[in-house]
């Protein structure tokens, strides 16, 4: 009786265990399947990334009140005189701030991964302990002045959280992805007060691609992002231009050639950064120094034009309202371009986002100017002008140009802008692809050897192999086998090649059953397959089973085959199955099929 009073005991607590675990199953299906819990994800991302970008940017500008001495309301970018000892001093300082990071930097055992590298790669996994690291390099080298923008430092935090939300929350290879870019979007849209520039360049740069599946989130974050910056810093980014009289004819031409004037300078910066890279490896200074030396430089230049430092904000606004006489406007778009690859190129860490939209303005200017000279500007639209500079040099670097498009209508709140601006980002974009091929966001990774171009997802292609793709019913056969014996087991018919393997059981060929079977030799029946070894065909048409998809395609076309062996390792050589270039493509369209299903299928 005790027993049977035990068990009915027992009876509600085995139903309360099932109970939890069905709802710990229906909570984890509905945290990694339900769209709206992607979007509410997303936006919580977004408004986190706001604040982190508003924040960074609040942190930067109080260290250079502090480090600089600036008067109240005085910005560093729009500073006409600084103490040269001071600047000297300061910026040099924060050279030796950041280079003491690499030292820790240089006890990592892997590569930092960024956004769009681990968008295109990794499905979008990224490391937040590494990703903090980077924005605090970021918050260093801005805060002490440097000639570099804070974006990198707030769009590496961003993605972080993110993909980090993306994991936590066990969401899908495309959703984790889509997670990385709600948070790119949302800082950009902080630090911007632009949410349709912060949810343009989260599809253009960082996931690569724009569909009606991933709008909401993405939208959902750069909105978020924006109303949690405004929330907490109270102010938003915004650049007066008065646009009256704006929109002629001529301006269609000026536009055009201001855009191939940008694309051109922009080319300029981004070699100018690698080729300083250069110049420090082949000095043979460690990487703890560099950052020293360049802040060196970066300072010396800045104690004769102190609108150098710092990324560009203010002096922007600063040539846009008040008109620099050219001869100025020139100095300060040729240093500035030689301090900013100077920074980066010395190892300090940052973003060219803000710097190529003052590159830009500047740029405007002096156009805009040259433009009053020639009679074909009037003089208070060379403001115009220099918006349309901005966006234009700010597509060629940054790569994303319907982003700089949508920022130059949120800062200006006008429509009459869209024309001549689309104009110089059309000429802008095309010049940089005609003559260099990448924008800065991609260039580095050409540098590594990388070929990624946005952030589409590459990643899987790269970790489909050959051992995944390949056809495993290859019949082998050893090479002392009797031809007799083979051609009883093999008739006409039965299949179309036979892998012939040798005495250590490697590869050594195909055999062609019907053209065997042609040419049967009948004088002698004990003939073996090793006398006929010069007759084997594709010896050497073989591939290993680690052998990446996107490698293999090349493959086919070097080797000038439709058939590949694929074998087990390079040493051993077994003979594992076979793969043809139609067989290839059609699983590649295949699992190309299956991506775009999990992804509309959310």
Same mark, same amino acid.
């Given at each position: 009786?005790? =027993? =049977?009073?035990?068990?009915?005991?027992?009876?509600?607590?085995?139903?309360?265990?099932?109970?939890?675990?069905? @709802?710990?199953?229906?909570?984890?299906?509905?945290?990694?399947? *339900? #769209? =709206?819990? +992607?979007?509410?994800?997303?936006?919580?991302? /977004?408004?986190?990334s706001g604040a982190v970008a508003s924040l960074m940017i609040v942190i930067a500008e109080t260290g250079h009140t502090f480090l600089f001495r600036l008067a109240p309301g005085e910005r560093l970018s729009s500073a006409t005189q600084l103490p040269f000892v001071q600047v000297l001093f300061v910026v040099t300082l924060g050279g030796v $701030?950041?280079?003491? #990071? @690499?030292? @820790?930097?240089?006890?990592?055992?892997?590569?930092?991964v960024d956004p769009i590298e681990a968008n295109a790669l990794y499905g979008g996994r990224m490391s937040l302990k590494d990703s903090a690291f980077v924005a605090f390099q970021s918050l260093l080298s801005s805060g002490f002045g440097l000639s570099l923008g804070i974006e990198g430092g707030f769009t590496q935090a961003a993605g972080a959280i993110g993909s980090k939300v993306g994991r936590l929350l066990n969401r899908r290879r495309h959703d984790v992805r889509m997670l990385v870019g709600a948070g790119a979007a949302g800082g950009i849209a902080g630090a911007f007060a632009a949410p349709f520039a912060g949810a343009a360049y989260g599809f253009e740069l960082i996931v690569g691609s724009y569909t009606v599946a991933t709008l909401s989130p993405v939208v959902a974050a750069a909105v978020a992002g924006h109303l949690a910056a405004r929330l907490l810093v109270g102010h938003s980014y915004h650049i007066p231009i008065t646009p009256d009289g704006f929109g002629g004819d001529g301006y269609v031409f000026l536009a055009l050639f201001m855009g191939v004037a940008c694309g051109l300078l922009s080319v300029g910066l981004m070699r100018g950064v690698t080729w300083v890279e250069r110049l420090f490896r082949q000095s043979g200074i460690r990487d703890v120094f560099r950052p020293c030396f360049g802040g060196l430089l970066v300072g010396a230049m800045a104690i004769f034009v102190p609108h150098l430092l710092g990324s560009g904000h203010d002096a922007m606004a600063f040539i846009l309202q008040n008109g620099w006489p050219l001869p100025l406007l020139c100095v300060v778009l040729v240093g500035k371009i030689i301090a900013s690859a100077l920074s980066l190129g010395s190892g300090f860490r940052g973003? +060219? $986002?803000? #710097?190529? +939209? =003052?590159?830009?303005?500047?740029? /405007?200017?002096?156009?805009? *100017?040259?433009?009053?000279?020639? /009679?074909?500007?009037?003089p208070h639209d060379v403001a115009i002008m220099s918006l349309v500079g901005m966006a234009s040099f700010g597509a060629a670097v940054v790569g994303a140009p319907m982003a700089m498009a949508l920022l130059a209508l949120e800062v200006t709140g006008d429509l009459t802008v869209v024309q001549p601006v689309l104009l110089g980002i059309l000429a802008a974009t095309m010049t940089v692809r005609h003559v260099f091929g990448y924008s800065f966001s991609t260039w580095r990774f050409h540098l590594r050897g990388e070929a990624i171009l946005g952030g589409e997802d590459v990643g899987w292609v790269r970790q489909t192999t050959a051992r995944d793709l390949m056809r495993r019913d290859l019949n082998t056969v050893p090479i002392t086998m009797r031809l007799a014996d083979f051609c009883s087991r093999f008739p006409i018919g039965s299949t179309k090649f036979v892998a012939v393997a040798d005495q250590d059981a490697a590869y050594a060929g195909l055999v062609d059953i019907a053209a065997l079977h042609a040419d049967l030799p009948s004088e002698n029946p004990d003939v073996t397959l090793e006398q006929l070894k010069p007759a084997l065909q594709h010896s050497n048409d073989w591939v290993m089973a680690s052998t990446r998809f996107d490698q293999l395609v090349h493959l086919f076309e070097q080797r000038e085959t439709e058939r590949l062996i694929i074998v087990d390792n390079e040493t051993s050589k077994h003979a594992l199955g076979y793969i043809t270039e139609a067989f290839a493509l059609r699983r590649y369209r295949q699992e190309l &099929?299956?991506?775009?299903? &999990?992804? $509309? /299928? *959310?």
């Amino acid at each position: 009786m005790r =027993f =049977f009073a035990l068990g009915r005991k027992r009876k509600p607590l085995r139903w309360a265990v099932a109970a939890i675990r069905v @709802y710990r199953s229906s909570l984890r299906r509905l945290l990694r399947d *339900n #769209t =709206f819990v +992607l979007v509410l994800a997303a936006a919580c991302v /977004g408004a986190v990334s706001g604040a982190v970008a508003s924040l960074m940017i609040v942190i930067a500008e109080t260290g250079h009140t502090f480090l600089f001495r600036l008067a109240p309301g005085e910005r560093l970018s729009s500073a006409t005189q600084l103490p040269f000892v001071q600047v000297l001093f300061v910026v040099t300082l924060g050279g030796v $701030f950041v280079g003491a #990071t @690499y030292w @820790y930097q240089s006890r990592l055992r892997h590569a930092i991964v960024d956004p769009i590298e681990a968008n295109a790669l990794y499905g979008g996994r990224m490391s937040l302990k590494d990703s903090a690291f980077v924005a605090f390099q970021s918050l260093l080298s801005s805060g002490f002045g440097l000639s570099l923008g804070i974006e990198g430092g707030f769009t590496q935090a961003a993605g972080a959280i993110g993909s980090k939300v993306g994991r936590l929350l066990n969401r899908r290879r495309h959703d984790v992805r889509m997670l990385v870019g709600a948070g790119a979007a949302g800082g950009i849209a902080g630090a911007f007060a632009a949410p349709f520039a912060g949810a343009a360049y989260g599809f253009e740069l960082i996931v690569g691609s724009y569909t009606v599946a991933t709008l909401s989130p993405v939208v959902a974050a750069a909105v978020a992002g924006h109303l949690a910056a405004r929330l907490l810093v109270g102010h938003s980014y915004h650049i007066p231009i008065t646009p009256d009289g704006f929109g002629g004819d001529g301006y269609v031409f000026l536009a055009l050639f201001m855009g191939v004037a940008c694309g051109l300078l922009s080319v300029g910066l981004m070699r100018g950064v690698t080729w300083v890279e250069r110049l420090f490896r082949q000095s043979g200074i460690r990487d703890v120094f560099r950052p020293c030396f360049g802040g060196l430089l970066v300072g010396a230049m800045a104690i004769f034009v102190p609108h150098l430092l710092g990324s560009g904000h203010d002096a922007m606004a600063f040539i846009l309202q008040n008109g620099w006489p050219l001869p100025l406007l020139c100095v300060v778009l040729v240093g500035k371009i030689i301090a900013s690859a100077l920074s980066l190129g010395s190892g300090f860490r940052g973003g +060219l $986002f803000s #710097t190529s +939209l =003052f590159l830009g303005a500047a740029t /405007g200017a002096i156009v805009g *100017n040259l433009g009053v000279d020639a /009679g074909v500007v009037a003089p208070h639209d060379v403001a115009i002008m220099s918006l349309v500079g901005m966006a234009s040099f700010g597509a060629a670097v940054v790569g994303a140009p319907m982003a700089m498009a949508l920022l130059a209508l949120e800062v200006t709140g006008d429509l009459t802008v869209v024309q001549p601006v689309l104009l110089g980002i059309l000429a802008a974009t095309m010049t940089v692809r005609h003559v260099f091929g990448y924008s800065f966001s991609t260039w580095r990774f050409h540098l590594r050897g990388e070929a990624i171009l946005g952030g589409e997802d590459v990643g899987w292609v790269r970790q489909t192999t050959a051992r995944d793709l390949m056809r495993r019913d290859l019949n082998t056969v050893p090479i002392t086998m009797r031809l007799a014996d083979f051609c009883s087991r093999f008739p006409i018919g039965s299949t179309k090649f036979v892998a012939v393997a040798d005495q250590d059981a490697a590869y050594a060929g195909l055999v062609d059953i019907a053209a065997l079977h042609a040419d049967l030799p009948s004088e002698n029946p004990d003939v073996t397959l090793e006398q006929l070894k010069p007759a084997l065909q594709h010896s050497n048409d073989w591939v290993m089973a680690s052998t990446r998809f996107d490698q293999l395609v090349h493959l086919f076309e070097q080797r000038e085959t439709e058939r590949l062996i694929i074998v087990d390792n390079e040493t051993s050589k077994h003979a594992l199955g076979y793969i043809t270039e139609a067989f290839a493509l059609r699983r590649y369209r295949q699992e190309l &099929e299956a991506r775009q299903r &999990e992804i $509309f /299928g *959310n």
